[in-house]
């Protein structure tokens, strides 16, 4: 008991610590300074990541529920080229070969998911519990700690069982919340005895906007102005209960820690001498990182959201505002619920003010009140949305560290893709992303920022969501077009394993030579795959031409012998 109420006091002090912590960010000090050589601390953990519906495939095996994600790419014209994950990377077949490639890598850490309905086919713990779902993750945990790769384990990576959406309206519906806590205490349950970071969310900002307010993700529903803002409600307060629900019943035990992943893109004013542009890049990061990251820490919405939508709503005739209200109650309780944050990162958007008529009828996006801008000159060798501009990452990384008291952080994505028709597993436009951002996070370092590990998003090529198979982002090709889907190392990989091996960046000679030695070992990789059509063709060859032509000639001889018998009758 001692032992407990020290850890309950070390929280508490936590708490106020990082409340006499927090500071004022300061908008008009932006400084792009030259390349840092240097390494990281001692102890810094490097990992890569995936989740559960973009890479397992085995979408109906083993007992298997159906998700949102399922139901929704199996309806056409929802996802480019109406691409499906239903075989994905096939990572549930392939797992320990994927953990020999993070070995390969010398990863620290592996960030995955785990499928709520391959656990809990109908969503609730009450009514089955599928073991093979379980065996499945037993077998992954146990090969990355026998590999010596320490498991970030995922709760929620976006593939809500599909009964819940059904019979409750999914993250619209406040039951999600106990629902939500009963598969995570299962999950602390049967793998929390090796599990010892825990992310109870991945990424909310986009199943709430994306899956409740524009529609472009599952489970695809349009209630604009109020179907975001209802959905991240519900979450954070499902976040908060998975928290007291570990701290209460496993900390004790299995001395592990729980967080969540926001990812936040950086906004920065076009002008730092306008106080309204200043006024509106804050506003854009308040939308989008504070929305769930300031009730966490500090108990409530951001200010500026309760204003601007509250403000709002009363233009519209409404009667309270869109924003629902966490009682007094419910603002102690999520309030200081992260053991970590888990911090995903990609670009940046220049912000200035723009006024959005109430007349309009209400939106997330329309509530904020702002326009976003890209310069031409930014790279952008992929996504339509992600341009390459590393300084935004130290400036984010500052920002979280002054607003939220300099907690502890694990960078859980970051990462660039490609979207091109010719395979050049030769990715320039990668090394050259992992070298600029992971740089400015060193960077981060030094001013204070307290980040504890990296995780490169992502180890395979997988399902993009709505963009299906369009977009690369893996740090190992996967051909889709072959049922075996092999995997073939980019030269980002041998970048990748360069920093890890010497923890950052130890002098400019050596950096210089990664990039050269990496395009080198890439070249063998086009050949190799450059052959894999051919290898396709034999594999036809093998597995349809060979058994139809033997059928044939069985077939033949048979009539032949049924000829040469009637004959001598």
């Known amino acids: 008991m001692l032992q407990w109420g020290t850890l309950k006091l070390c929280h508490v002090l ?7 912590a927090s500071e004022d960010f300061d908008w008009t000090k932006n400084e792009r300074t030259a390349f840092y050589f240097g390494t990281f601390p001692t102890g810094f953990s490097w990992g890569a990541g995936s989740s559960a519906y973009q890479t397992e495939g ?6 298997k529920g159906l998700s949102i994600w399922d139901t929704f790419t199996h309806k056409k014209g929802k996802i480019f080229s109406n691409d499906t994950g239903d075989s994905s990377c096939e990572g549930y077949y392939k797992f320990k070969d994927d953990i020999n490639l993070m070995k390969d890598m010398k990863l620290n850490h592996y960030r995955f998911s785990i499928s709520w309905p391959r656990i809990l086919p109908s969503g609730l713990k009450s009514e089955h519990i599928n073991e093979k779902g379980v065996k499945y993750y037993d077998d992954l945990i146990n090969m990355l700690l026998d590999s010596k790769i320490t498991p970030i384990v995922t709760l929620y990576h976006w593939d809500l069982p599909q009964m819940l959406q059904e019979k409750y309206g999914g993250w619209q519906n406040a039951s999600m919340v106990n629902y939500f806590n009963d598969f995570a205490n299962l999950c602390f349950e049967r793998f929390g005895n090796r599990v010892k970071y825990w992310i109870t969310f991945s990424n909310p900002w986009s199943i709430a906007v994306e899956g409740y307010e524009t529609g472009e993700h599952a489970p695809g529903l349009m209630l604009k102005g109020t179907g975001a803002y209802k959905a991240a409600h519900h979450i954070i307060k499902a976040h908060a209960k998975v928290w007291h629900t570990y701290d209460i019943q496993w900390r004790s035990k299995q001395k592990g820690l ?12 076009v002008d730092i001498s306008n106080q309204r542009d200043i006024e509106a890049a804050e506003r854009y990061i308040q939308f989008y990182l504070g929305w769930f990251a300031t009730p966490i820490f500090h108990g409530d919405y951001p200010q500026v959201m309760k204003d601007y939508i509250g403000r709002k709503s009363g233009q519209q005739g409404l009667g309270a505002s869109r924003l629902p209200v966490f009682s007094p109650q419910e603002k102690s309780y999520i309030k200081g619920t992260c053991d970590f944050l888990g911090l995903g990162h990609f670009t940046t958007r220049y912000v200035t003010q723009k006024n959005y008529p109430s007349g309009l009828g209400g939106s997330y996006l329309s509530d904020r009140d702002l326009a976003e801008l890209v310069d031409p000159h930014w790279p952008d060798p992929g996504s339509e949305w992600l341009y390459s501009v590393p300084w935004g990452f130290r400036r984010l990384l500052n920002f979280v560290k002054t607003q939220y008291g300099n907690p502890m952080i694990y960078v859980t994505e970051n990462g660039v893709s490609e979207k091109i028709l010719c395979t050049n597993l030769c990715d320039n436009w990668r090394m050259q992303y992992l070298k600029d951002y992971i740089n400015e996070m060193l960077k981060a370092i030094k001013d204070g920022v307290n980040v504890k590990g990296y995780t490169a998003w992502s180890l395979l090529d997988n399902f993009e969501w709505d963009e299906g198979y369009s977009e690369r982002f893996g740090l190992y090709y996967v051909d889709f077009g072959n049922k075996n889907k092999p995997r073939y190392p980019k030269a980002s990989v041998q970048y990748y394993k360069r920093i890890i091996s010497s923890n ?17 070992t890439c070249s063998s990789s086009n050949q190799l795959l450059a052959a894999d059509p051919l290898i396709g063709h ?6 349809i031409v060979v058994p139809t032509v033997t059928t044939l000639c069985i077939l033949l001889s048979a009539v032949l012998l049924m000829f040469l018998l009637r004959r001598r009758l």
């Open 14 to 20: 936590a708490l106020v610590l990082c409340t006499l």
């Open 538 to 543: 034999m594999e036809m060859v093998t597995e």
């Open 58 to 63: 085995a979408w109906n095996i083993d007992g």
């Open 258 to 269: 729980v967080g969540i992943s926001l990812t936040a893109d950086w906004g920065e004013p």
């Open 504 to 520: 950052g960046f130890p002098n400019q000679r050596e950096v210089e030579s990664w990039k050269r030695k990496a395009v080198e």
